[in-house]
């Protein structure tokens, strides 16, 4: 391609950095612009974002405290709240967050960034966090303007102050958003549904090889016992093809800890539970620490003090990088031997249409809880339940044949070419 486009992020937390990163393949200069934290940004603008996300991180945290971290986070959740989606009321009108936020546009905040990507005469600007979309058209951004939208529901935020004015075009991943965003005044011809960008190194091209390859082996481990092969053989046959023998991997859980550091805890916990099993080598365990390298070290100190420091890299394994385009490539990599993704339900709850049934770990903030709702009543996760009996209630799931049905029903009904439908909706907008 000869023309390019601005790619913009934030990395608070992992979510609208893994939601840019399929996108790449657009980016001017082959970089994804950071909107909290690219060189040169005025120190008054990463002032008011640092003071976001460092509030963020700390009530993440700190809602694990009995009584005031509850009500200290219901307090914050509340400005980020999701209204009841059958109701009579008029969601049109912006909250008071919102004419907040724009208020601080008023004062400049946003302005040296959108007058750097002005620059360029003709690239569309691709967002995958509302502000930056908000920002550029505030300050008259020339060109189209793309906000990608990462969660199964969302709130009033992520529409402008007013829709019917707004020129900023949505990438909706489900039906579900493409309502919302009507029911907050955005211009039907201003939402296009594409699904999640997923990223293609795990899915290969339209025909899906890679991703079918990889779930050909997932089942296998999915179902040891055969009950789910036996009663839907027809599909599997009709949708992968014929199975292997055995696995190319060993029965794999894969831990996710968010951006915040939340849960690590948890990780520790499943660990310890399965420690018999990993030890035998009929499990493998990737704890995912992402880029935080205190993440990291808490998991390999935990890990050794319960007197498990030989299953680490043997058995265990602790995931990190230093920078989050390496920790994105290995992360994708290491889900191709990945059987079960156990996370908060995040942006990752969309990679069950890769064919991963997810185990829902507890949420953190309403958001979280309509993308739990989703995953549930669309059949691709379940909710965890109490670490203690782990070896009860996930191995049962395993035998019955349930996550390897969670499995093809992701695959089935999920979507998996967002990342080539947002490509052709760009290229037809803004001729790239």
Same mark, same amino acid.
């Given at each position: *391609?000869?023309?390019?486009?601005?790619?913009?992020?934030?990395?608070?937390? @992992?979510?609208?950095? $893994?939601?840019?990163?399929?996108?790449?393949?657009?980016?001017?200069?082959?970089?994804?612009?950071?909107?909290?934290?690219?060189?040169?940004?005025?120190?008054?603008?990463?002032?008011?974002?640092?003071?976001?996300?460092?509030?963020?991180?700390?009530?993440?945290?700190?809602?694990?405290?009995?009584?005031?971290?509850?009500?200290? %986070?219901?307090? /914050?959740? *509340?400005?980020?709240?999701?209204?009841? %989606?059958?109701?009579?009321?008029?969601?049109?009108?912006?909250?008071?967050?919102?004419?907040?936020?724009?208020?601080? /546009?008023?004062?400049?905040?946003?302005?040296?960034?959108?007058?750097?990507?002005?620059?360029?005469?003709?690239?569309?600007?691709?967002?995958?966090? @509302?502000?930056?979309?908000?920002?550029?058209?505030?300050?008259? @951004?020339?060109?189209?303007?793309?906000?990608?939208?990462?969660?199964?529901?969302?709130?009033?935020?992520?529409?402008?102050?007013?829709?019917?004015?707004?020129?900023?075009?949505?990438?909706?991943?489900?039906?579900?958003?493409?309502? $919302?965003?009507?029911?907050?005044?955005?211009?039907?011809?201003?939402?296009?549904?594409?699904?999640?960008?997923?990223?293609?190194?795990?899915?290969?091209?339209?025909?899906?090889?890679?991703?079918?390859?990889?779930?050909?082996? $997932?089942?296998?481990?999915?179902?040891?016992?055969?009950?789910?092969?036996?009663?839907?053989?027809?599909?599997?046959?009709? =949708?992968?093809?014929?199975?292997?023998?055995?696995?190319?991997?060993?029965?794999?859980?894969? /831990?996710?800890?968010?951006?915040?550091?939340?849960?690590?805890?948890?990780?520790?916990?499943?660990?310890?539970?399965?420690?018999?099993?990993?030890?035998?080598?009929?499990?493998?365990?990737?704890?995912?620490?992402?880029?935080?390298?205190?993440?990291?070290?808490?998991?390999?100190?935990?890990?050794?003090?319960?007197?498990?420091?030989?299953?680490?890299?043997?058995?265990?394994?602790?995931?990190?990088?230093?920078? %989050?385009? =390496?920790?994105?490539?290995?992360?994708?990599?290491?889900?191709?031997?990945?059987?079960?993704?156990?996370?908060?339900?995040?942006?990752?709850?969309?990679?069950?249409?890769?064919?991963?049934?997810?185990?829902?770990?507890?949420?953190?903030?309403?958001?979280?809880?309509?993308? $739990?709702?989703?995953?549930?009543?669309?059949?691709?996760?379940?909710?965890?339940?109490?670490?203690?009996?782990?070896?009860?209630?996930?191995?049962?799931?395993?035998?019955?044949?349930?996550?390897?049905? *969670?499995?093809?029903?992701?695959?089935?009904?999920?979507?998996? *070419?967002?990342?080539?439908?947002?490509?052709?909706?760009?290229?037809?907008?803004?001729?790239?």
């Amino acid at each position: *391609m000869n023309k390019t486009a601005w790619i913009v992020s934030i990395n608070m937390g @992992y979510g609208h950095q $893994r939601t840019a990163y399929p996108l790449k393949f657009f980016a001017e200069g082959n970089e994804i612009i950071c909107a909290n934290d690219y060189r040169g940004i005025p120190d008054k603008d990463k002032k008011i974002w640092e003071s976001s996300r460092s509030f963020y991180e700390f009530i993440s945290r700190f809602k694990k405290f009995p009584l005031l971290g509850q009500w200290s %986070f219901s307090l /914050f959740d *509340m400005t980020q709240k999701i209204s009841d %989606f059958y109701c009579d009321k008029d969601l049109s009108a912006p909250s008071f967050t919102q004419k907040g936020t724009f208020s601080l /546009f008023e004062k400049g905040w946003g302005k040296d960034l959108i007058e750097r990507l002005k620059r360029s005469k003709s690239a569309p600007l691709i967002s995958t966090f @509302y502000n930056p979309a908000f920002m550029a058209e505030y300050f008259g @951004y020339p060109n189209d303007i793309f906000c990608v939208i990462c969660d199964a529901d969302i709130s009033r935020s992520w529409a402008p102050l007013s829709g019917k004015k707004s020129k900023i075009k949505y990438f909706a991943p489900n039906s579900r958003v493409v309502k $919302r965003l009507k029911m907050y005044g955005v211009r039907e011809e201003n939402i296009i549904l594409t699904g999640y960008p997923l990223p293609m190194e795990n899915i290969g091209d339209k025909d899906m090889e890679i991703l079918k390859e990889d779930l050909r082996n $997932r089942i296998i481990n999915l179902d040891p016992l055969k009950k789910y092969r036996e009663k839907r053989d027809f599909i599997i046959r009709e =949708k992968l093809g014929k199975l292997p023998k055995t696995s190319d991997h060993p029965l794999t859980i894969m /831990f996710t800890v968010g951006g915040a550091g939340a849960q690590k805890e948890l990780g520790v916990k499943i660990v310890k539970s399965l420690k018999k099993i990993i030890y035998n080598k009929r499990l493998k365990v990737i704890l995912v620490a992402g880029v935080k390298k205190e993440i990291k070290d808490y998991f390999e100190e935990e890990i050794r003090n319960g007197g498990l420091g030989e299953l680490l890299n043997n058995g265990i394994e602790i995931l990190h990088e230093n920078n %989050f385009e =390496k920790y994105y490539n290995k992360f994708n990599l290491a889900l191709r031997k990945t059987d079960v993704l156990w996370t908060k339900p995040s942006e990752l709850s969309f990679y069950s249409a890769l064919g991963l049934p997810i185990i829902i770990a507890p949420t953190i903030g309403s958001q979280e809880e309509f993308n $739990r709702s989703w995953l549930l009543n669309s059949g691709f996760g379940i909710d965890q339940i109490n670490i203690d009996n782990i070896k009860d209630w996930f191995y049962d799931y395993l035998h019955s044949g349930y996550l390897a049905e *969670m499995a093809m029903s992701g695959f089935i009904d999920g979507e998996q *070419m967002g990342t080539i439908k947002i490509k052709e909706k760009i290229q037809k907008c803004s001729g790239l």
